[in-house]
């Protein structure tokens, strides 16, 4: 009838007996280790895509703050040029307080300047600065302006800069001091 046999066996004989060549057997499947397998890879796969899928969110977070980084980037440049901008015009305006605080004092360091140096002797250059005073010119006798310097109360460490130089043709003498000055009241 073209049926196959599945097994031949004898009544008294053990559970899987079968006097079939194994040729002629119907290959059985196992269905329990097949679905064992298939669960397994779907558990594997399972675990993967838990594992994974923080990662993959973290990325797209990473890559959606770097965009809003780009589009953010050239106005943080605007207020970092601004904010430099804003300190140096601050530090014009301390530079500009501190000046008009020691202008009193500048004038009296002048006046000061202007008794001491005699009529035959000019300053060609002069500076302040930190409570220290360099004036360099010409005079028939530095030595003796230098002098005047350290006798009066108000100035202190009066020294030459550099040394004493005797103009050619002339009877003058070019002479760089620095003094500590002073102020009055100060």
């Known amino acids: 009838l073209g049926a196959t046999a599945e097994a031949i066996q004898w009544p008294g004989s053990w559970n899987n007996a079968n006097l079939l ?15 064992n397998v298939t669960l397994g890879i779907l558990v594997l796969a399972m675990l993967i895509a838990v594992s994974i899928s923080p990662i993959l969110q973290k990325r797209a977070i990473l890559i959606g703050l770097k965009h809003q980084l780009n589009q953010i980037r050239p106005q943080v440049k605007k207020v ?14 301390k530079l500009l307080v501190e000046t008009r605080t020691t202008a009193p004092y500048l004038v009296s360091l002048l006046s000061k300047l202007t008794e001491l140096v005699p009529h035959s002797a000019w300053i060609d250059r002069f500076d302040y600065s930190n409570g220290y005073a360099n004036f360099s010119g010409e005079a028939q006798q530095a030595t003796a302006l230098i002098e005047q310097l350290i006798k009066d109360p108000v100035f202190h ?24 000055y002073e102020f009055p009241g100060a």
Do not use: Y
């Open 21 to 35: 060549p194994p040729n002629l057997r119907r290959q059985v499947t196992n269905l329990s280790l097949l679905i």
């Open 80 to 93: 970092n040029d601004l904010r430099k901008l804003i300190e140096q015009e601050s530090q014009s305006n």
């Open 157 to 180: 460490n009066s020294t030459f800069r550099s040394p004493v130089v005797s103009i050619p043709n002339s009877d003058k003498e070019r002479f760089n001091i620095q003094v500590q």
